[in-house]
């Protein structure tokens, strides 16, 4: 993987905290997991990422960034795309979580050319081609940046300190790089999700009484 600096420098902002996309708002279920004690200290955060990453969540979203990616500029592919990955949310707040995070994505890359306001990792699948970033490096750099925003989330909700919190991360690292490996070869075909816990959380979340993230 080869990454010229003035791309390395595109990838890094588009994926940093301060990008306004509003990820810090969302728990992508997270929170719901807490109240129920599925997730309440760091062995069973990086439990439940571990499974987002290899059967859920992120592996879907790595596919359709792939995907964007190679289609590049296939107006009438890429818009078939998009509908696919609002689709395939499992819930109205995973598909608003995806969506939002998208639009808001899209309008702040505005000094880049901007990008379709549509799936977050489509959006970025497309912006990334446009500026000659590899989609191997976009991948990587995705599923690092949905991790951490799930570990922060969770530093928050548990709450978990945040020395737990980068533990969490550099334990999470051979998984993140397992994850974006495996998407090298799979296509649409390969979409889906097997974890169930983790959708059934995006779920329940809409009616729980006492939240303090949208997602």
Do not use: K
């Not at 639009?103 to 000659?132: D, I």
Request: negative net charge.
């Amino acid at each position: 993987m080869i990454i010229e600096p003035p791309a390395l420098l595109n990838l890094l902002a588009w994926l940093s905290p301060a990008f306004p996309t509003g990820a810090y708002a969302y728990s992508h279920g997270l929170e719901w997991a807490v109240e129920a004690g599925d997730v309440h200290d760091g062995a069973s955060l990086e439990a439940w990422l571990t499974a987002v990453l290899d059967q859920g969540s992120a592996r879907g979203d790595a596919i359709l960034l792939r995907a964007a990616h190679r289609e590049g500029e296939n107006p009438a592919r890429l818009a078939e795309l998009a509908e696919l990955a609002a689709a395939l949310a499992p819930a109205s707040e995973r598909r608003a979580e995806t969506l939002a995070q998208g639009a808001a994505f899209a309008a702040a890359a505005a000094p880049w050319g901007g990008s379709a306001p549509v799936a977050l990792p489509v959006s970025l699948g497309m912006l990334a081609a446009r500026h000659g970033i590899p989609e191997d490096a976009a991948t990587l750099a995705y599923l690092q940046a949905f991790i951490a925003n799930l570990i922060s989330a969770a530093v928050r909700l548990v709450p978990l300190g945040q020395s737990t919190g980068q533990a969490v991360l550099a334990a999470l690292g051979p998984a993140i790089l397992a994850t974006a490996g495996a998407t090298e070869s799979a296509g649409l075909a390969d979409l889906g999700s097997s974890c169930l816990r983790a959708d059934i959380a995006a779920m329940r979340h809409e009616t729980q009484y006492t939240r303090l993230f949208r997602s």
